[in-house]
């Protein structure tokens, strides 16, 4: 699942967590974020800003939905996984023994470990983290490669606390 389909699937509170953790958190991010949008469907991005944040958040959320503004909302949701989720992602990375810089980022994806770790880590994170958060690392995570790790792609279409379905249900 593409960020863009993520954020077409997500609902409004998780649209919302996503998008306030970014205006406390950075600002000048979230304030650039719908400002690009705003230029990009030919409108004055003071139009975005005057809107109440409830209203601004799902009128940027349906923007990012967009195909046209893949790059910004794969942008917002790594900036959100890896700083409000980075326990998360260095737990599922110290899992599978893949060196990272103590924030969970890391310089070259290896190649998909054997399925039993792969599954050993994804449920460790299920157990532990909101379903919606795992859920949203776990595509990002999965799309990072072309070649892609299969078991992974397997679990998220198979694995019962992460399908679409379940894991964006949840508030």
């Known amino acids: 699942m593409t960020a863009t389909e993520i954020f077409g699937r997500l609902n ?3 649209a919302g967590e996503v998008l306030n953790w970014l205006a406390e ?29 409830e209203e601004r958040n799902q009128w940027i959320k349906d923007s ?4 046209a503004n893949a790059d910004l909302a794969l942008e917002i949701l790594q900036v959100w996984t890896l700083g409000c989720n980075e326990a998360m992602v260095c737990d ?3 899992t599978l023994a893949i ?3 103590g924030k969970g980022l ?8 054997d399925g039993e770790s792969v599954s050993k880590a994804v449920d460790a994170i299920v157990a532990k983290y909101p379903a919606f958060s795992v859920f949203v690392y ?4 999965s799309g990072m490669d072309s070649k892609g790790w299969p078991v992974l792609k397997s679990l ?10 379940k894991s964006l249900s949840l508030s």
């Open 138 to 141: 776990l595509h990002l995570f």
């Open 12 to 14: 409004g509170l998780q």
């Open 106 to 113: 890391i310089d070259d994806l290896p190649s998909e470990p």
């Open 64 to 67: 990012l939905a967009r195909p």
């Open 156 to 165: 998220l279409e198979t694995h019962s606390e992460l399908t679409a379905d």
């Open 25 to 53: 958190n950075d600002r000048n991010a979230y304030k650039s974020a719908a400002s690009m949008l705003a230029t990009r469907r030919k409108l004055r991005p003071i139009f975005v800003e005057r809107k109440p944040r």
């Open 99 to 101: 060196p990272h810089n």
């Open 92 to 94: 599922f990375l110290d």
